[in-house]
């Protein structure tokens, strides 16, 4: 990726942030960024210089109505929403936003029969249940989500994750089976109400994160700061959230690795993925 290719993903992203952090406030939803982009707001002002995409969170409530409304209100819309359901896998665990207008697609999407485009995640956050006991069947089933919703073997998480995960999708090879079982460790792992639970916790972002326990007051409400030309929402308690998920922010990481982290298979950012798919078929 040449540094122009990366200036011009960081424009397409900054104004897709734009364009969900202004659905989210017309219709009251609460949303933060999250990530490397929740970094650059609060050590750059803006983006990593290095990094190529943004994240948010959302609270489950808000993650669930948000992507009903955009269905409904922006199916014309420049950025289409894609989820993963009973008809698309996505390999993805939550849904993300595209700019229909560019193709851009990820080595592990090669197969994925929708839009790809330059892409902005949105992550739900879950209640973390205080029971031990609850919070260890609820880790359980966010595996088991993890593993039939995306239905890709993860990696870098050990030989032992990565055995077990060949197993359970090769004992599960039926596609419409597999829906059925992600939807119902979805259910299991999400029936903890924030207002019963002593925190959050992300269980959407692998299983290194799905561990990390947040005080519910980090994420009770969002703060404004400035993000390029622009504002973002960042949690009230971004500091201990972001100790808590990348320990010292603040310092730069080694020079080998403020390089972009998400390549791309294909990329042509002036061409739309409808002509794309044309043209190569």
């Not at 942030?17 to 803006?46: M, Q, T």
């Not at 009973?86 to 700019?99: A, G, M, P, S």
């Not at 595996?143 to 890709?152: D, E, I, K, T």
């Not at 639970?197 to 404004?224: H, Q, W």
Request: net charge positive.
């Amino acid at each position: 990726m040449t540094d122009a290719e990366l200036k011009k993903i960081q424009k397409i992203s900054l104004n897709m942030a734009k364009d969900f952090y202004g659905f989210c406030e017309e219709h009251g939803l609460l949303c933060y960024l999250c990530g490397g982009g929740c970094i650059g707001a609060v050590r750059n002002g803006g983006m990593i210089p290095w990094d190529d995409d943004l994240d948010f969170f959302m609270p489950r409530p808000d993650y669930e109505k948000a992507w009903r409304l955009w269905k409904k209100e922006k199916k014309h819309s420049r950025y289409v929403l894609e989820k993963p359901g009973r008809k698309l896998v996505t390999h993805d665990l939550f849904f993300k936003i595209r700019d229909r207008s560019t193709t851009y697609i990820r080595d592990y999407e090669l197969d994925v029969a929708a839009v790809r485009g330059v892409a902005l995640d949105v992550l739900p956050l879950d209640g973390y249940p205080g029971n031990r006991v609850s919070r260890m069947w609820q880790c359980i089933w966010a595996y088991v989500y993890s593993l039939y919703c995306a239905q890709l073997v993860p990696v870098n998480h050990g030989w032992l994750i990565q055995l077990a995960s060949k197993v359970l999708l090769a004992a599960v090879p039926d596609r419409r089976l597999r829906y059925r079982i992600w939807c119902f460790a979805e259910k299991q792992m999400t029936k903890y109400a924030k207002e019963k639970c002593i925190g959050y916790t992300e269980l959407c972002s692998g299983p290194r994160y799905m561990k990390n326990y947040y005080p519910r007051d980090i994420f009770e409400k969002a703060v404004i700061v400035p993000f390029e030309d622009t504002v973002m929402p960042v949690p009230q308690g971004y500091d201990r959230y972001l100790r808590t998920a990348f320990g010292d922010y603040m310092k730069l990481p080694p020079k080998e690795k403020c390089v972009p982290q998400h390549g791309a298979a294909v990329m042509d950012l002036d061409k739309s993925y409808d002509e794309w798919v044309k043209e190569h078929g």
